[in-house]
């Protein structure tokens, strides 16, 4: 089993920065690649961004692609979402996931992943 952790999220203006953290706990030694999610009330969970265990494969939605990063420190059993030029659409609970399995072809499906945490609000006014 392996417990995730979200933080670093809040209430800040269009054009800020927040960066998001999810920390594992648990069973850390398996190799996990990990995806942010996000749900805005009414919709869907939607991929943000994902990240090999190596950290080599990084996949990014394309509403966010250029204005997030996602990153990893192993050694921290941390995963790291920095978001830059925050928009009002930004506004929605964030979550990680973790998944045992290939990022590949299924990085954006929340149904491949085995772990969630239990999220964290971002909020951008305008």
């Known amino acids: 089993q392996v417990q995730l952790v979200e933080s670093g999220g809040g209430l800040v203006q269009s054009g800020g920065s927040l960066r998001l953290s999810c920390a594992a706990s648990?069973?850390?030694?398996?190799?996990?690649?990990v995806g942010w999610f996000r749900q805005a009330p009414g919709k869907e969970r939607d991929i943000v961004a994902a990240?090999?265990?190596?950290?080599?494969?990084?996949y990014y939605a394309d509403s966010v692609l250029g204005r997030f990063t996602i990153s990893r420190d192993n050694a921290k059993n941390t995963v790291y979402l920095q978001m830059n030029s925050l928009k009002p659409e930004d506004t929605a609970v964030y979550y990680c996931?973790?998944?045992?399995?290939?990022?590949?072809?299924?990085?954006?499906?929340?149904?491949?992943?085995?772990?969630w945490g239990q999220g964290t609000q971002v909020t951008v006014s305008s």
């Open positions: 648990g069973r850390t030694s398996s190799r996990y690649a």
């Open positions: 996931g973790a998944k045992t399995t290939s990022l590949i072809n299924t990085y954006y499906r929340t149904a491949s992943y085995d772990y």
């Open positions: 990240i090999s265990w190596s950290g080599g494969n990084t």
